[in-house]
Every structure is written in C-alpha cells, then in structure tokens.
C-alpha cells in the first residue's frame, strides 16, 4: 500500500477541526488569564483577539492546504518552501514537544478530572492520574491504529455530545440568578502583570492561555491524503471549523463572566486544580450541574486526545517516507491504512512525556514554538505568490497580502514577547528542537 483510501467527506473534516480545538482550555485559562488582566472585558478581548488571529491562521494555510493536500501538514509546506532541513525541524519539533506534549497534557488533564470527580485519597491522586493518562493514550492510539474512518467516527459521536451539553450551559448561565451584565463591566486595580509588564505585555501573557486553547485548529492538514476532494474541502474545513470554534469560546466566556464577577475568577487562579467552568456552573445548578460539566470536560479532553492522535501521526509517516525519520514509521497498515508504526511511536514518547512529569514545562513551550512555524508558513504563503505565481492555487487566503501578513505579524509579536517575557521556555524550546540536528545528518547520509 503506497498511499491511503479518501474517506473522510466535507463535515467531517470540518468536525475533526472542531475536535482538535476544543480540549480543557476554555474551561480553565479564565482563571489565570483574569488574575493576569484584572477586567472581564480585556478577558474577553483576548479571547477575541487570538480567534481572530487563528481565524486568519486557518484561512492562510487554506491556500496551503489547497495546493499541498498531502499527507504532513505543515511539513509538506516547508519542504515545497524552505528545503528539507526546516521541514524536518518543524517535524522534529513536532515530535519531541509539539504534538506529543499536546496528547501528553491533555491525558492527563483527562486523568485530573475523572480523579477529580471519583475523589480519591491525596496521596494515591498524582500516581492514578498517570495511570489514566497512559490507558487513555493506548486506548484512543488502538482506536486510530484500527482506522481512520473508525477513529473519525468516534470523534464525530462525542463533539456531537460536546455541541449539545454547550447549549445547556449556556442556557443555565443565562438563566442564573447570581448573573448580572455588571459583572462583564467591574474591573479591578492595576495587577501586578499590567504594573510589572505593560498593558501589551499583559495582554500577549494572558493571551497565552487563549492560544493555547485555540491550539489544534491546524492539524486537519496531516491528513490530507485522506480527505475527499482535498483541494476544496480542506480550505472549508479549516475556515468553517475555526469560526464555530471562536464563537463557541467567547460565548461561554461571557456565560462565566455574566454568572460570576471577575475577582471570584482571580481567587480561583489560586487554586490550579480547581476548573473554573466547573465553578461557574456549580453556582448555577449545584453539585449536579458541577458534575455534568465535570463529565463534558472528560468528553472534551478524550476527544481532542483523539484527534491529536488521528492526525498529528500523519506528520511522522511523511518525514519516514522521505528518509527523514525511523524507517518503520513510513509503513501504511495492510489492513487498516493507517500508518500504524508512526502512531505507536507518538503513543510511546507521549506516555514517557506522561511519566515524566516534566510535560507541564513542556506545553508552556508549545505556543512559542508552534506559532514560530505558524509564522513561517503564513510567510511562505507570500514568498510562493512571488516565487511561483503560476501555481495552482484551488483557494486564495481573502484580503491578501494583509490577513498572512497580519497573522504572521501577530506570530513575530508573540515570539518576541515570549523570548522577553520567558526567555528559560523560549530557549528550551529552541534546544528541544535542535536536537534533531545530529539525527538529520545521520538520516541524510544513509539516503
């Protein structure tokens, strides 16, 4: 088997995009992100600002996407951009922090909340959130192992659930009596973030959180290969899948914010293990509605697990495919066409990252180093326009040269202030990434 079967159709491709967005950050980054900015509306704000960022992100690899429908993603872009040895970076990226950290993290985010809701004793709580994690990564990288169409399935049945338990809390928000519109309106004094980094500062800080919770939207790309007629429905199904996406976000932040004033928000920021939606909703409907939501983040969490597993592993079959990888990854599952080896070894550096206990660091680097490769396609975007003009393009990112020049902007600003703000994340990303150096040159000589 040389290439995989086109079985996922326009609606699903856009539920996949959906799937890989929403995880646990809409749920919690409330917390910390009111502490950082002290207002409801510069909370807001962020969450509105970093949709309308990864909006522009999602139509600017739509041009991508349409003329590169190939397995891989992004490192099909930069091998068509900037050579081999930035695409493997970007994969090796990919595998070392990027997506695996991203699986690791939400497992075990998994792994808090069921805990969470079992309540066991303290002391047995870290380990049986690890053992969790690690059955929740083997059971979903069994589920995608077996098949693309299978996996999509599952993904498919539980944003369904998502969709429809959204709605009831959005309902129950409004409907509370503790709700008022001041509450969107009090802010507090100055925090120490604002004081210590400037309005600006605090914004890309606590805009952090909102990205990270947007993190995913551009991982429908690996599977290119897979989807029905790719020139048109990737485009779509970006585009379409991130806008629902920014809606569902800032409707349920201004739910919180409508049912709780914004100083509840900054104490909770005290108490990491504590999930402000569940707060929120606690307030409203009590312990059932606590743990109803508490139930929607384990079907959240599971299912953008899952699609972080389905398509990230696409990215790993591709490198291995070129001689840029472990040569076991590049085989397709006779059976169940699905690049089985390449999603045992994501399963397995993820489990490690879960034991580790060092992931936690890890995703604090995830944004900065993904959006240095989201900057760099938004950028290829413009050079492949004046490179190679006659290129067929299905789809032209709208209000070009402005919206990839607008996101790549936002993409240079973010890292920059990251490299300030956090330079120890911003440099340990880099070295992670630049340890795939030696591995390149061993794979290039043998090829």
Known sequence: MTGFARTISLRSAVLLVVSG???????????????????????????????LVSLAGALTYAEMAGMFPESGGEYVYFKKTYGRLFAFLYGWGAFTVMRTATIAALAHIFGQSLVSLLNPIDETADTLVQY??????????????????????VSRALIYVTFVAIA??????????????????????????????????????AS??????????????YIGEEIKNPQRNLPIALSV????????????????????????????????????????????????GATFISVLILITTSNSTNASIL?????????????????????????????????????????????????????????????????ATALGVIILRRQQPDLSRPYRVIGYPFIPAFFCGCCALLV?????????????????????????????KKM
């Not at 690049?339 to 206990?357: D, E, F, K, M, N």
Request: hydrophobic residues 55%.
């Open 21 to 51: 967005i929403i995880g646990s950050g809409v749920f919690k980054k409330i917390a910390p992100m009111s502490e950082q900015l002290g207002s409801p509306v510069l909370v807001l704000a962020c969450w509105i600002l970093a949709g």
């Open 132 to 153: 969790i994690a690690t059955a929740l990564i083997v059971v979903l990288s069994g589920i995608n192992y077996r098949g693309v169409s299978f996996a999509e399935g």
């Open 168 to 205: 009831i809390i959005v309902y129950l928000g409004f409907q509370s009596d503790s709700g008022s519109i001041r509450h969107l309106t009090q802010s507090l004094p100055a925090t120490k973030t604002i004081t210590q980094n400037g309005l600006l500062g605090a914004l890309v800080a």
């Open 208 to 221: 952090l959180g909102a990205f990270w919770g947007y993190e995913g939207w551009n991982q429908i790309g």
């Open 241 to 288: 899948g991130t806008s629902i996406v920014v809606a569902i976000y800032v409707l349920l932040n201004v739910v919180y914010l409508y049912v709780l004033p914004i100083d509840s928000f900054v104490k909770l920021a005290s108490y990491p293990n504590q999930i402000a939606a569940v707060e929120v909703i606690r307030n409203v409907a009590g312990w059932a």
């Open 311 to 375: 398509m990230p592993a696409r990215v790993f079959y591709a490198m291995a495919r070129d001689g840029l990888f472990f040569k076991a990854a590049a085989t397709i599952h006779p059976r169940y066409q699905t690049p089985s080896v390449a999603i045992l070894l994501q399963a397995g550096w993820s489990i490690a990252l879960v034991w580790s206990g060092s992931f936690d660091q890890l995703t604090d680097m995830l944004v900065f180093a993904s959006f240095i490769f989201y900057g």
């Open 416 to 444: 920059m202030m990251t490299f300030i703000n956090q330079p120890r994340e911003a440099l340990t990303g880099l070295f992670l990434i630049s340890t795939g150096l030696p591995f390149y040159w061993f794979w290039r």
